[in-house]
């Protein structure tokens, strides 16, 4: 019995190292648990193996103040026990994001979390100096999430072998592959070595590095736990492999407060698995995951049931080449969860349609799904002699919708309260107001969103006898632009221009 | 009996002029009509009071040679028979539009008619210098049809008096109304003054007068037989005054070759009627119309049950802010009818949404509705200190879609064959073919439209073994670049622009 007193941040990562049992499989014959227990919270944990004779345990406490804990399991015949101090958190650590005001999200401490995302689907899979470029574009950009794989990518644009591997094994190689063939491949029949019972804990240890540095510029990983594009057979594993990998990865990666979990990407081409397979593993995911990290399902062709108790927010790819962000209230309204709109095509020149859109048709994509009370996603796929597209790769960011992308961030954060939903104030503009708001009453905030359309000008009739400041918002060249003070019927000239706003706010608001 | 000898061309108007009794009420008392006899076709048909003591008899052949006429009815005691001698068509006369192979139009000869229209909604009541200004600029664009109201129009932009009225009377006159007031406007509590048994054949005469002209330049008029848009009481008349109305328009109009009647702009909501009185009146032009005028129902909210029989094409506003065109071949078929979508927002800058789209906005839409088989109109409206908007006014055009879109209208002119359709070969483009080619035999010509998408190229995979020349299209900058000749797999290389097409055309072709 060895006791120890260690020290922690509120939301950061607890973690003790323990020496166990080596023979046999470690990966499946042996387990570690512990129990944290504070005045605040009781929380068991599952810890996991990582490579040589090394269990660990990892931990994130959500208070304040002394937490007693104590460790066991069949790696080793000891019981450990300590005491952790955990000490407030830092100043940019709110905590794992959570759904707050039904539709729109918050970290745990209450601060308003307005998601801009972006994609690039095995990023952390590069070469460290790719991986470094693509970190410091997104602190750059101000995205606030990144979606990404665990298993390597398959694809167009996508036939260069990863860094590592999630099983310990050999690939069969990617020499042969070329634009022209790669969709002809066939893992089943290629040489693919994998022992599917042991993870390679240096794959995972590195993504873990790069949550832990995305954490660190206020990014969150939404972390894509199955996908369809595959050339090693990780597509489709056996149900047993899949659970095991799914509680490695919860063990892992959960005690992580910036982690997503997005069961998969396009979940209905994957092969094998009807739709009670994804209940099955969202519940394993609602049940096991000890912090209750957000959870969600991408969709290619058709939509995931989003009643599904297990599923916090709907993840969205869209089903429409011409509207996409503006299903976003539909959404909203069906399934009563945020909308975050992952794919709604990216900004590019590639030859495909989903990666082909203007930076001024994705910006009014953006501001659609913002103003619609959504959360829209951004993704680049423009053509790169090297083969560094974004989308998958990360790297430097070569688009015009990244930094109107951040402009529309800084809009969001002005929001009055928590979110902002759509009323029907005009039938030829979209109009937001205020979550809490109710529009009827013509309260306080309020932003009238015009989109390809471009009126000369705009009459109000606000009947309240309220002052109103009014701005003029350019969303393509992010620019703010005071209008004046009016209240009753006041007209706002505009520039006649496409991606015009108006903001009003009441004066003493 | 008097005895006549006439010559005139086929598809022109014959026309003759009796003296008839005046006293009582000519419009309402008498009638005149006249039977029309060839080796060709035998037509009855109805004239009209013209005022002054005239009636008139008009005659539209459809056949060369002689036909014997004779005229009789309640407007004189004398019967009048005369022989009219028809000559070949003018080489620009190719007589009537109809409808040919289900979705598509064609004049009564047989000649290709790809309607690529505008809207003007009362250019006709304006000033003689506004009226030829537009004629010049209808010309110059190269549209083929315009819509225009057979009543004044009072709406926003559109106040002030027209030239003349349809009745007898005098208005209340415009003087108190300004763009804010005049949507509460009554005409039930004003003082407007009109003797609805009596027409004021000027007004016609008038209308007639710009028919011709627009004949004269190749432009069909799309005449709107009813519309909301009211301060005189037109939109409200008596079921009695509307047929009188009809049957003077039907008399008066109907031998112009360039004819087409619309039985209403926004049906549903003009007041006091519903569907069975527009069906009533639709089988009224079907009976009662000698010629057999192309004829349609123009929707605001709700669309007219389009298979009613009396329904020659379908006459679309559309129906969402962000689709329009994209209807196109889902109303095909629906519907199986030609479509014709005579509002899908105009290009300008005034504060409304069905207003204020751009010039790009307005070329897609018409390239989007043009690839599905079907044809987009187009209108401005553009803010101007004389008030003088295209889409009501007529005069200068302003906007840049105009130019495109006579270029459109060339690429339609090259169509094998009569018609394009959509077919489904790519999820990301609109592929038109040939509305005679099954697109599984990959025969001739093809069109992939690539709308708001700007891929860097574009891959084919012909089957065939034929040789395809293959054309790149600019839509915005018009431009027609030859790309080479390729079979099998191959490659297209685009400028990574929206608004782009790929044209096939077999070498053989």
């Not at 660190?216 to 050339?231: M, N, Q, S, T």
């Not at 959960?254 to 069961?263: D, H, K, L, P, R």
Request: contains cysteine; glycine residues 8%; aromatic residues 16%.
């Amino acid at each position: 019995m060895a006791k120890e007193i260690a020290k922690v941040k509120k939301y950061d990562v607890f973690e003790r190292v323990f020496s166990g049992r080596t023979d046999g499989n470690p990966f499946v014959d042996y387990d570690i648990k512990a129990v944290f227990e504070s005045d605040g919270e009781r929380k068991e944990v599952t810890g996991f193996y990582d490579g040589d004779g090394n269990y660990v345990i990892r931990f994130m406490p959500s208070f304040e103040g002394e937490y007693r804990y104590t460790v066991r399991g069949s790696f080793s015949d000891t019981e450990y026990t300590g005491i952790l101090k955990v000490t407030p958190a830092d100043r940019n650590n709110h905590g794992p994001v959570r759904v707050r005001n039904r539709f729109h999200f918050a970290y745990d401490d209450g601060t308003p979390y307005y998601s801009v995302g972006t994609t690039c689907y095995v990023w952390e899979l590069r070469d460290d100096k790719l991986i470094d470029e693509t970190l410091k574009s997104l602190k750059k950009a101000g995205f606030n999430k990144i979606r990404f794989c665990i298993f390597p990518k398959h694809y167009v644009y996508n036939l260069d072998e990863p860094r590592s591997y999630p099983f310990e094994g050999t690939p069969v190689g990617s020499y042969l592959l070329t634009p022209e063939n790669f969709m002809e491949y066939d893992y089943r029949t290629t040489g693919n070595n994998w022992d599917f019972e042991r993870f390679n804990p240096g794959h995972f240890r590195h993504i873990e590095k790069c949550i832990r540095a995305l954490k660190k510029i206020g990014v969150e990983a939404d972390l894509i736990v199955f996908h369809p594009y595959d050339r090693w057979g990780f597509s489709n594993l056996e149900r047993n492999v899949e659970i095991r990998y799914m509680n490695y990865i919860i063990n892992r990666f959960s005690a992580f407060s910036n982690v997503w979990w997005s069961m998969a990407n396009e979940f209905d081409i994957l092969p094998n698995r009807d739709d009670s397979v994804w209940d099955f593993y969202g519940n394993f995911f609602l049940e096991h995951d000890p912090y209750n990290h957000l959870r969600s399902i991408h969709n290619c062709l058709r939509l995931f049931d989003h009643n599904a108790s297990w599923i916090t927010h709907v993840s969205y790819q869209r089903m429409d080449l011409y509207k996409t962000a503006e299903d976003t209230d539909g959404l909203r309204e069906r399934y009563q969860k945020p909308v975050v709109l992952d794919e709604i095509a990216y900004e590019g020149n590639i030859q495909c349609g989903w990666g082909d859109i203007t930076g001024e048709e994705m910006v009014r994509r953006f501001w659609e799904g913002a103003m619609r009370g959504g959360y829209p996603g951004h993704g680049e796929t423009f053509l790169d002699k090297e083969g560094i597209l974004w989308w998958s790769h990360g790297g430097k960011l070569k688009g015009e919708s990244w930094k109107r992308v951040k402009f529309l961030r800084s809009i969001l954060n002005d929001t009055p309260g928590l979110g902002l939903k759509k009323v029907r104030a005009e039938w030829d503009c979209v109009t937001a107001v205020c979550e809490d708001d109710a529009f009827e009453e013509e309260t306080g905030y309020r932003i009238d969103y015009f989109s390809f359309m471009r009126p000369g000008f705009r009459e109000f009739n606000m009947k309240d006898g309220c002052d109103y400041t009014v701005e003029v918002i350019d969303t393509w060249n992010m620019t703010l632009t005071k209008a004046g003070t009016f209240n009753g019927k006041f007209k706002i000239e505009l520039p006649g221009r496409p991606y015009m706003a108006i903001r009003l706010k009441k004066a003493k608001f």
